[in-house]
């Protein structure tokens, strides 16, 4: 069964040659069987290895490049950066009715689980985040120091900023319609993105919840830290210090569009 709602995956990508393959790989097939309207933006942050040529050797393998693009920094400019340019090319693109995922593209995320994500979109959702924190969900491979930083981050939020149907604040994997994106951009314009790091898929999230009218839901994802290829890029204490400064600020109020 396909699903006909157009579909843009952002994944930002940092020297992600050899987990792209087989991610690609796997997105091919979810979009043969399942989601037929899904294209993908690959953003390319600088990369000093083969990412760019293995998402080319992925447009070539699966017959139409049409439904592939990439998109290049000249330099690493980091993960937010990277999802400001993913942002805004979805939206140039993205219909009314149309969605906007997100993904790690370190082949940690399994894209056939986009399925129940829009299901959630079809039974009112507007924001569906994949989430380590509901029934169901696994998680495989992860560092105890990554675990603890994912909880402690759920806990600090839910405490302190949360937003009704959220658990998890700080995984990459969503989707979004594309309205609800464009209502954010429309507010905030070039401040939805201002945190450095891991902490702007936060951001985008408490931003987007200041946001009257919008429902936010999770679904249970499996993440699969043992398929990573390598370390994980992230800096666990520079994370914790930016996830408490964020939220600071939240409270504080200056996170308010001006």
């Known amino acids: 069964m396909t699903d006909s709602i157009p579909i843009i995956l952002i994944l930002p990508a940092f020297n992600e040659g050899v987990a792209l393959g087989p991610l690609l790989s796997?997105?091919?097939?979810?979009?043969?069987?399942?989601?037929?309207?899904?294209?993908?933006?690959?953003?390319?942050?600088?990369?000093?290895?083969?990412?760019?040529?293995?998402v080319n050797?992925?447009?070539l393998q699966n017959g139409n490049d049409s439904w592939l693009t990439l998109v290049s920094h000249p330099v690493n400019m980091g993960l937010a950066?990277?999802?400001?340019?993913?942002?805004?090319?979805?939206?140039?693109?993205?219909?009314?009715?149309?969605?906007?995922?997100?993904?790690?593209?370190?082949?940690s995320h399994q894209p056939s689980e986009m399925v129940k994500m829009v299901d959630r979109i079809r039974a009112g959702a507007d924001v569906v985040i994949g989430s380590?924190?509901?029934?169901?969900?696994?998680?495989?491979?992860i560092p105890r120091h990554r675990q603890l930083f994912s909880v402690g981050v759920s806990i600090l939020f839910r405490m302190f900023c949360p937003i009704v149907g959220v658990r998890d604040f700080s995984c990459g994997y969503r989707i979004y319609r594309a309205s609800a994106l464009r209502r954010a951009?429309?507010?905030?314009?070039?401040?939805?993105?201002?945190?450095?790091?891991?902490?702007?898929?936060?951001?985008?999230?408490?931003?987007?919840?200041?946001?009257?009218?919008?429902?936010?839901?999770?679904?249970p994802i499996c993440l699969r830290y043992d398929r990573k290829p390598g370390p994980t890029?992230?800096?666990?204490?520079?994370?914790?210090?930016?996830?408490?400064?964020?939220?600071?600020?939240?409270?504080?109020?200056?996170?308010?569009?001006r």
């Open 233 to 257: 890029k992230m800096k666990v204490w520079q994370n914790v210090k930016d996830m408490i400064a964020l939220m600071w600020r939240l409270r504080a109020g200056s996170m308010a569009a």
């Open 26 to 54: 796997t997105t091919a097939i979810t979009r043969a069987t399942h989601l037929q309207n899904l294209t993908v933006i690959v953003v390319n942050d600088g990369s000093t290895d083969d990412t760019a040529l293995v």
């Open 81 to 107: 950066q990277a999802m400001r340019t993913g942002i805004a090319q979805a939206l140039q693109v993205a219909p009314t009715d149309g969605l906007i995922a997100s993904m790690d593209a370190d082949n």
């Open 132 to 141: 380590r924190f509901q029934a169901g969900a696994e998680m495989r491979g």
């Open 57 to 59: 050797a992925a447009r």
């Open 185 to 219: 951009t429309a507010v905030f314009g070039e401040k939805l993105i201002t945190e450095q790091g891991f902490a702007c898929m936060t951001e985008v999230l408490l931003k987007m919840s200041q946001l009257p009218g919008l429902r936010f839901v999770e679904t």
